[in-house]
């Protein structure tokens, strides 16, 4: 009933920019922290930013003042602007919401942790 849609990966030269989005689709109520996870080969995944409900965020120290996290309330989607961009910085990049309160069949739940599909993210050097 809830799902979380990636977009914006793609292949970018060092120093270029990208934009990844991620909405949450479903019969929505209420949506919790919204954060950006990323992934590389062989490695754990990491935290990358995050930012509340009333716009509060922080950052992993790897990608602050390179990288800006913001979110559309009204639309239930959470953005990650990827400025300066490193090879370093190529991962799967997968957005997660820590709790959504959502409706079906006339109730209300609360579901944790949910995560996008990932979205590869490659900067060529």
């Known amino acids: 009933q809830v799902q979380l849609v990636e977009s914006g990966g793609g292949l970018v030269q060092t120093g270029g920019s990208l934009r990844l989005s991620c909405q949450v689709s479903g019969s929505i109520l209420n949506v919790g922290i919204m954060g950006w996870y990323r992934q590389a080969p062989e490695k754990a995944r990491e935290f990358v930013a995050r930012?509340?409900?009333?716009?509060?965020?922080n950052y992993a120290d790897s990608v602050k003042g390179r990288f800006t996290i913001s979110r559309d309330n009204a639309n239930d989607t959470v953005y990650l602007q990827m400025n300066s961009l490193r090879p370093a910085d190529t991962a799967v990049y997968y957005c997660?919401?820590?709790?959504?309160?959502?409706?079906?069949?006339?109730?209300?739940?609360?579901?944790?942790?949910?995560w996008g599909q990932g979205t590869q993210v490659t900067v060529s050097s």
């Open positions: 930012i509340t409900s009333s716009g509060d965020s």
């Open positions: 997660n919401v820590d709790k959504i309160k959502y409706s079906v069949g006339g109730y209300d739940f609360w579901g944790a942790d949910y």
